[in-house]
């Protein structure tokens, strides 16, 4: 016939609903069975094809199943240790990153099990958190006397620590040529 051109089918267009798996990759392909082109004469239909384009997230980089993402530090904080906590790839997950006291910028962390889930399985790759340091602003008078006090106790206490060493080593510099003495004159007694 002529809608058919004699293939014993027509065009037609149908919206297919397709399941995505958590934790498929760009490029990778979801085949749907029977809902491809219609065969010709009443032949069975093929299969639709989709391939997986996955865009970028605002605040993870996937390489893998691993997500690398950064997080902002006030410089205090980092100074005695804090908690951070940001939102998950996960709907309505929430991760706290532990940052340690003495963090350095640009340190990365790992949160184990908290990427992207792999693929038809429970497990999920490892976050890996950036760490930016930001120098703390606004600081009132009476805050900033108070870590003026602290540094130059600090100071203070460095520079004794390092005459405290100094001494010792000048001791213990003493006490290897006394013995070193002792020796020598015992040695020269025997000689006589």
Do not use: W
């Amino acid at each position: 016939c002529e809608t058919c051109g004699g293939q014993g089918r027509t065009p037609d267009h149908e919206r297919v609903s397709v399941e995505i798996p958590a934790g498929v990759h760009s490029g990778q392909s979801i085949s749907i069975s029977g809902k491809g082109e219609a065969g010709v004469r009443g032949d069975t239909s093929g299969d639709l094809i989709v391939t997986i384009e996955v865009s970028q997230h605002k605040d993870f980089e996937r390489r893998g199943d691993d997500l690398f993402t950064s997080v902002s530090v006030d410089s205090l904080e980092v100074i005695v240790g804090t908690t951070v906590t940001i939102d998950g790839i996960i709907k309505d997950e929430t991760i706290d990153i532990s940052i340690p006291a003495g963090c350095k910028y640009g340190q990365q962390l790992s949160v184990a099990g908290k990427g992207m889930p792999r693929l038809h399985t429970k497990a999920r790759g490892n976050l890996y958190v950036l760490v930016h340091i930001e120098t703390s602003t606004g600081l009132t008078k009476d805050q900033l006397d108070t870590l003026t006090s602290l540094i130059d106790e600090r100071k203070q206490s460095s520079v004794q620590d390092n005459q405290d060493e100094s001494h010792a080593a000048q001791s213990e510099g003493r006490d290897s040529s006394d013995h070193k003495n002792k020796n020598a004159k015992k040695a020269s007694k025997k000689r006589r």
